[in-house]
């Protein structure tokens, strides 16, 4: 029976995962994965409380939680409703416009299960990235600046990941552990939609003093071409763009005061600056904070509170040459193009996150979990040298998180 709702939930994670406009992200990578993670603010480099948290924050610890040492399923879903606006502005004439997305759904499924007393083996399937922009029959389209003539701007960016996860218990307080990743990810800009697929490997260690955890983690660069995907706005042959998910380096710490409370401090590291795609796009490197905090009653009931903050990695250009050309990955392009495909199609510019969750657990091997999260509203804004075009977005996100957890023996 595991088996076959390890398949039937993976299978739901393909078919329904669906077009996303911001997601509760930093930069355009997820805060994190199922209600324990993301409703602690994202924080769990040290201290993950279920498996789909563990392979997606540390794969060290698969080896170390409540999890162990029996096995475990999870089954998580998030429901975002995000808003983005865009100002465009062509000499007097302002546009505003709101993106036109509506509230979707995307799954994830994880499961762990012990190969030895000391090796422990985990998959996940989920989500990571999301961004993009509907404008399309907005009026905001820069028609007559572009030989190509496109119409409103639409953009999306998606990527799913597969990860097949395992850990070492060196010592009953030290744990060491991998994931192979395989990426499948897909990017539209409004001139149809290219799919690829990427490699990349996550390393991670864990080790416990007393009721403090220390845990670190490392994500290698991961690319994926995207072929045929785009002219640039300059009416040719469309073009390969690579987009590639940042190096990620990240700490965390964990305090177990007593039994019941977990206090946890995550700090990460995106290097935006060097990857493929965001460099052209000139995003800049991040730190993210984040810190969580959970109480789990003896009687079944928890409780969560986080907190997370990531600058915004889009860097802005004020006082830009509008007649100017700018080259991305080979390709010459308008200035203008470049500026308002930058300002209004990847507004990856969310920065403050408040998050919540409660759960319950029903019995010895069911428990449930809800989680929510409100992205306070920000916006960027540039404005060329002329003083003639103003770019600008507006983004503010919430989110709403279910996990269904089973524990096998």
């Not at 964990?254 to 946890?264: G, H, Y």
Request: with cysteine.
């Amino acid at each position: 029976m595991a088996k076959k709702a390890v398949l039937a939930a993976a299978a739901a994670l393909v078919l329904s995962f669906t077009s996303p406009e911001a997601w509760a992200t930093n930069g355009d990578t997820l805060i994190g994965v199922a209600p324990a993670s993301r409703a602690m603010g994202g924080a769990g480099v040290a201290a993950p409380q279920d498996a789909i948290s563990a392979i997606f924050a540390n794969p060290a610890a698969v080896c170390m939680g409540p999890y162990c040492p029996g096995s475990e399923f999870v089954f998580a879903s998030t429901v975002y409703n995000p808003s983005v606006k865009a100002i465009v502005s062509v000499g007097p004439s302002t546009t505003t416009a709101k993106s036109d997305m509506r509230p979707f759904v995307i799954p994830a499924v994880g499961m762990i299960t012990p190969v030895s007393d000391r090796l422990r083996f985990g998959l996940g399937m989920f989500g990571i990235t999301g961004m993009g922009v509907d404008y399309r029959n907005k009026g905001i389209d820069l028609n007559p600046l572009s030989p190509g003539g496109e119409g409103d701007i639409y953009t999306q960016l998606q990527i799913l990941k597969f990860a097949p996860n395992v850990a070492f218990l060196v010592t009953p307080d030290f744990s060491i552990g991998t994931s192979m990743h395989l990426l499948y990810g897909s990017l539209d800009l409004g001139q149809g939609t290219a799919h690829n697929y990427g490699f990349g490997e996550q390393f991670g260690a864990l080790y416990r003093i007393g009721s403090v955890s220390l845990g670190a983690s490392y994500t290698t660069p991961e690319k994926i071409s995207h072929q045929n995907v785009t002219d640039f706005g300059i009416g040719l042959q469309k073009r390969e763009l690579d987009m590639e998910s940042p190096r990620t380096a990240s700490a965390g710490v964990a305090w177990r005061p007593t039994d019941e409370v977990l206090i946890e401090a995550d700090l990460k590291w995106l290097n935006w600056a060097d990857a493929e795609g965001y460099r052209e796009f000139d995003w800049s490197n991040q730190w993210v904070y984040a810190v969580g905090m959970q109480y789990k009653d003896p009687d079944g009931i928890t409780l969560r509170l986080g907190y997370n903050y990531g600058k915004s990695p889009v860097r802005l250009h004020k006082g830009f040459d509008a007649q100017g050309m700018t080259n991305v990955q080979g390709n010459t392009i308008p200035t203008l193009s470049y500026e308002y495909l930058r300002m209004i199609g990847f507004p990856a510019v969310a920065e403050h996150h408040f998050t919540f969750g409660v759960g319950y657990q029903f019995s010895s091997r069911f428990e449930a979990h809800l989680g929510g999260m409100c992205a306070l509203d920000n916006s960027i804004s540039e404005t060329d040298a002329s003083g003639t075009f103003t770019f600008g977005s507006k983004v503010r996100e919430t989110s709403y998180d279910l996990g269904l957890i089973w524990h096998f023996m």
